[in-house]
T-cell receptor
Framework: AQTVTQSQPEMSVQEAETVTLSCTYD???????LFWYKQPPSRQMILVIRQEAYKQQNATENRFSVNFQKAAKSFSLKISDSQLGDAAMYFC????????????FGTGTRLTIIP | KAGVTQTPRYLIKTRGQQVTLSCSPISGHRSVSWYQQTPGQGLQFLFEYFSETQRNKGNFPGRFSGRQFSNSRSEMNVSTLELGDSALYLC???????????FGEGSRLTVL
């Protein structure tokens, strides 16, 4: 069974600085998706960024980028120029490439932005 | 384009009662999944439906059930409620095999 581990329950960063959230996962499959989801206090889960395992290039979405290390099964999220609106719970998630739509989530990292 | 809509947003029930939660997916999305979110257990997969068929089920007791209608709307039902069923229930929809799920705001269930 696939597992996703987020070892940082809480992180904080000064506004405008850069922060990196860690995620590791375990799978025996070679093709899969990885995601970072954000859940603000209003609680709707929002997709931040996605990575297909077959792509070697790291995904980037504006201030958000990932460091995908397939061999190490590591998938970290870097947030640059942190803003107050980035404060939220961040969940790393895994999904098989083929088959059903089930996501396996990590336990989340609560990110606080310090003004 | 309207997002995933869940109703009701909040509800309070007592032990032994049953509850039905509803989810309307994004137009064109045929897959609907349900997740339970609690502080202790985190986000746990309940089940996933596609074209009115349950394709996958998580490790929950038979008191948790669901269904999907021909218009892709989905409902989940929890019977004989227990205190431990108090949680945020999240529904998510996807356009098959695009990878990402789109979540609703959730239904907050409190069992007294």
């Amino acid at each position: 069974a696939q597992t996703v581990t987020q070892s940082q329950p809480e992180m904080s960063v000064q506004e405008a600085e850069t922060v990196t959230l860690s995620c590791t996962y375990d799978t025996s499959e070679s093709d899969y998706y990885l995601f970072w989801y954000k859940q603000p206090p209003s609680r709707q889960m929002i997709l931040v960024i996605r990575q297909e395992a077959y792509k070697q290039q790291n995904a980037t979405e504006n201030r958000f980028s990932v460091n995908f290390q397939k061999a190490a099964k590591s998938f970290s999220l870097k947030i640059s120029d942190s803003q107050l609106g980035d404060a939220a719970m961040y969940f790393c998630a895994y999904r098989r490439f083929f088959g059903n739509e089930k996501l396996t989530f990590g336990t989340g990292t609560r990110l606080t932005i310090i003004p | 384009k309207a997002g995933v809509t869940q109703t009701p947003r909040y509800l309070i029930k007592t032990r032994g009662q049953q509850v039905t939660l509803s989810c309307s997916p994004i137009s064109g999305h045929r897959s609907v999944s349900w997740y339970q979110q609690t502080p202790g257990q985190g986000l746990q997969f309940l089940f996933e439906y596609f074209s009115e068929t349950q394709r996958n089920k998580g490790n929950f007791p038979g008191r948790f059930s669901g269904r999907q209608f021909s218009n892709s709307r989905s409902e989940m039902n929890v019977s004989t409620l227990e205190l431990g069923d108090s949680a945020l229930y999240l529904c998510a929809s996807s356009f098959v095999n695009t990878g990402e799920l789109f979540f609703g705001e959730g239904s907050r269930l409190t069992v007294l």
